[in-house]
């Protein structure tokens, strides 16, 4: 299995700022994914976190909004730019570790003000 | 885009009780997962179907495959206070990191 680290754990932040997630895996990985987690609802995928390339996203979801670095095989951030009340979700990172399940950090939860 | 139906909503139940909820689609896949998402926590997969008809257990968990490929079920036996949560049907895509949810099921339990 594979352990994925995520910081900060929550945050609350103003309107208009933006907020770096931190997600730290303690094994290489190929793939790295980004879900959101809008409050009482189900997760979605907002990006694939691609190592030496740029993230590749989901309809409805702009790089602009959520730019998106994976240096390294174990370590991948998340931005919420521009941020407004409607950003405020539960955002988590997941890795595919090459077997038949996806393993997911415990999450941030981000409240905007 | 793919669109999953998970029922119901939620439940309501007193320990002891079983559990069934379901999902379903209108498109045929090839892998059902149900993944279960703890107060405060990432989800955790639970159970992996990966053939048509296919019937698993882990424990007190059993969940189908349908014959048809667009649908799957989880029941819970002898539910117990540990059990509350969300539970998710999921599917896979290209990679199994990149999934998509069912609307989740939120399960209490009553002791």
């Known amino acids: 299995s594979a352990v994925i680290s995520q910081k900060p754990s929550r945050d609350i932040c103003q309107r208009g700022t933006s907020l770096t997630i931190q997600c730290q895996v303690d094994?290489?990985?190929?793939?790295m994914f980004w879900y959101r987690q809008q409050p009482g609802q189900s997760l979605t995928l907002i990006a694939t976190?691609?190592?030496?390339?740029?993230?590749?996203?989901e309809s409805g979801f702009v790089i602009d909004k959520f730019p998106i670095s994976r240096p390294n095989l174990t370590f991948s951030t998340l931005t919420v730019s521009n941020m407004s009340p409607e950003d405020s979700s539960i955002y988590l990172c997941?890795?595919?570790?090459?077997?038949?399940?996806?393993?997911f950090g415990q999450g941030t939860r981000l409240t905007v003000v | 885009g793919q669109q999953l139906n998970q029922s119901p909503q939620s439940m309501f139940i007193q320990e002891g009780e079983d559990v069934s909820m379901n999902c379903t689609s209108s498109?045929?896949?090839?892998?059902w997962l149900w993944y279960k998402q703890d107060p405060g926590e990432g989800p955790v997969l639970l159970i992996a179907?990966?053939?048509?008809?296919e019937l698993t257990s882990n424990g007190r968990l059993t969940a189908q495959f349908g014959i048809t490929r667009k649908d799957s079920f989880l029941n819970i036996s002898a539910s117990i206070p540990s059990d509350v949560g969300i539970y998710f049907c999921?599917?896979?895509?290209?990679?199994?990191?990149?999934?998509?949810f069912g609307q989740g099921t939120i399960l209490t339990v009553h002791p």
């Open positions: 997941s890795v595919d570790h090459g077997r038949t399940e996806a393993f």
């Open positions: 094994s290489q990985v190929t793939m």
């Open positions: 976190a691609n190592q030496g390339s740029e993230a590749t996203y």
């Open positions: 498109s045929i896949f090839n892998t």
């Open positions: 179907l990966y053939k048509a008809g």
């Open positions: 999921v599917i896979g895509g290209t990679s199994y990191g990149k999934l998509t």
